[in-house]
């Protein structure tokens, strides 16, 4: 687990983006104007505060990811994912493919904000 990670943000396979910190939780839906079939909404928007144990669970979830390398891409590409990840004053980006570790932080956000 990071102790420094200071905050993320996560842009699901749809788009669709989570941010995080130590204290809260968001998410942004796409909406049908912005997704590429014109169609697709990712619903109403959702902001809750976090608990400590969450917030630690979202760190090792995090961090499985960035442990993975074999789950990360050079380029974005349909069904991958995109993490941004804020330490030390720095922020690094990794783009994901669909991946067992990128399930298990996708549903846990979803858990988490009750999506």
Known sequence: MFM?????SYAD???NTFRGD??????RPIQAK????GT???????????QADQWESIQNLIQAIIDNESIHLEQRRMLTTR?????????QSWIIRRSEEQAALDT???QV???
């Open 108 to 110: 846990f956000l979803r």
């Open 4 to 8: 420094d990670l200071q905050s993320f």
């Open 22 to 27: 130590p204290k809260s939780l968001s998410y």
């Open 34 to 37: 912005e997704s590429s079939s």
């Open 13 to 15: 396979i749809n788009n």
């Open 83 to 91: 993490l941004f990840v804020s330490r030390s004053g720095e922020t």
């Open 113 to 115: 904000l009750g999506l």
């Open 40 to 50: 697709y909404s990712g619903g109403e928007a959702k902001a809750i505060d976090l």
